[in-house]
Every structure is written in structure tokens, then in C-alpha cells.
């Protein structure tokens, strides 16, 4: 019980941050106070302040912002995009199913991170172009979990039911098959949104993510690279904030694939 109430704890602390940012008293993230520039914790600074004299926390909670909106759309894309091919592959044979895998496989030759990386350089950086690039990247994985667990429920009963009773295609897929393999859906989505947080913040971490001042984690972690061994808290506090992110949604989807019998199918 505690393995999944501290993660959700945590996470609605980041959620409540992330929503509540113009309302709690802080300084604005982009707010200079040079007298207070690599300034540790502090009255005035609670977690400190950057080299530039910005308030951490409240970089940290306008960056989160930016992690939740491109965690939770991206993966979203790939959803929507990669359980319709991956179905179509499936349930269709022949030339359909052929040129859908040869897409996937092109799509699976690029390293993800490249892919995601090239793609942010031609549509230039911004968190919509970020998000965008990160959910194309995402759509390969995605159809091919929904392919897996397509491909056993298109034999069972209810399926040739359907199609007796004179079910079209598409109204056999909608209604009798997606419903089936929703929740392997979801609950690979859940641990792509962790991978997603850690992809926009090597994006921004790269300097082709969200453009300054935009404040974001992985922004806010390449900031202070180069003063570690001076200033450690600019960079290591807003690594923690991710780490403890992601473990916390690694946590909650692994306590979801257990709570379905340990997500068979789901992440085959």
C-alpha cells in the first residue's frame, strides 16, 4: 500500500505545483536577483537560486508545466496513432499489413532520441514542435503493443459473432477488439509518459527542446553542468525533482500491470 501512496503523493505535490504556480508566493522564473545568484536554500530562496539569481522552485514548478503537458500529450499521439495502425496491422493481411511493419520498421531503424532530436532541429524548438516529435516516436511502440494484443482476440467468439451478425470491419475493430486491449493500452502508456519526461528533458538538456526562458527540468539541469563542482544544488535539485518523478510513475504503472496479472501482452 505504501509503494503506491507515496508515489501518487508525490505526484499530485508536482501536479498541484505545476497548476497552482501563478497563485503561490513566488518569484516570477525568470526574475533575476543578482545579490542572490548561486545562493543556496534560503527564506527567500527556498531551494535556492541559479546562477543568474532565478528562484529554483519556482523554475521548478513553471517547468513542470512543460515535463506534464509533453509527458502527457506525446504519448497520447502515439496512442491514438500507433493503436490504429497497429489494429489495422492485424486485423488486415496481405499489402496492409506488409507496408504498415515496413513503416514501423523504418521508423525503428532511427534510435529514438535521434529521431526525436532530428525531427525537433527541422520544425525548430518549442514545446508543441517538442511534443510533436517525442509523440511520432512513440507511435512504432504503441502500434506494435496494440498489434500483439490485437492478433489473439481477432479468432475469439465474440469477434466471429460480430461479424456474422453483419459487423463492418471498422465496427468490429471500435467496438469488439479495442475495448479488449484498452487497458494494455493504458497501461503501457503509463510507463511511456516516464520515458517521455526524461526524452524532453534530453532534448532541453541538448539545447533543442523548450527555448529559454522557458523554464524546464532539463533546461534547468544543462544550466548548471558546468559549476557542479561550485554550485551543485542548481543542477542536482532539479534532477532529483525528475528522478523522483519518473520512479513515481515507473512505480504506479508496474503496481497497475501487477493489479491486471502482471500486463501480459501488454508490454510483449
Known amino acids: 500500500m505504501l509503494r503506491l501512496m507515496l508515489p501518487c503523493a508525490w505526484l499530485l505535490v ?17 526574475d533575476m536577483d543578482f545579490a542572490a545568484a548561486e545562493q543556496g536554500p534560503s527564506a527567500a530562496h527556498l531551494l535556492g537560486a541559479d546562477l543568474d539569481g532565478r528562484d ?22 502515439g496512442l491514438v496513432f500507433g493503436s490504429a495502425l497497429g489494429l489495422f496491422a492485424a486485423y488486415y493481411g496481405g499489402a496492409v499489413r506488409t507496408a504498415i511493419l515496413a513503416l514501423l520498421d523504418a521508423m525503428l531503424a532511427f534510435p529514438s532520441l535521434v529521431f526525436a532530436l532530428g525531427l525537433t532541429v527541422v520544425l525548430g524548438p518549442s514545446v508543441q514542435n517538442v511534443t510533436l516529435a517525442l509523440g511520432v516516436m512513440s507511435i512504432p511502440a504503441f502500434a506494435r503493443i496494440a498489434r500483439a494484443n490485437a492478433l489473439p482476440l481477432i479468432g475469439r ?23 479488449n486491449m484498452t487497458m494494455a493500452l493504458l497501461t503501457y502508456g503509463l510507463s511511456v509518459t516516464s520515458v517521455m519526461i526524461v526524452a524532453e ?68
Open 14 to 30: 508536482v501536479l498541484f505545483f505545476a497548476i497552482a504556480a501563478d497563485w503561490l508566493p513566488m518569484p516570477s522564473p525568470t
Open 157 to 179: 467468439e465474440f469477434v466471429l459473432a460480430a461479424r456474422t451478425a453483419g459487423a463492418s470491419d471498422l465496427q468490429i475493430m471500435v467496438r469488439e477488439i479495442l475495448p
Open 201 to 268: 528533458g534530453s532534448l532541453s538538456f541538448l539545447g533543442v527542446g523548450v527555448p529559454p526562458p522557458t523554464p524546464s527540468w532539463g533546461g534547468m539541469i544543462a544550466d548548471g553542468r558546468e559549476s557542479l563542482e561550485r554550485v551543485p544544488h542548481v543542477s542536482l535539485i532539479p534532477a532529483a525533482v525528475m528522478f523522483l518523478t519518473v520512479l513515481s510513475l515507473n512505480l504506479l504503472g508496474d503496481s497497475l500491470r501487477q493489479r491486471r496479472g502482471g500486463g501480459r501482452g501488454g508490454l510483449a
Open 56 to 77: 529554483i522552485l519556482s523554475r521548478l514548478a513553471y517547468g513542470a508545466r512543460v515535463s506534464l503537458t509533453v509527458s502527457l500529450i506525446a504519448p497520447l499521439i
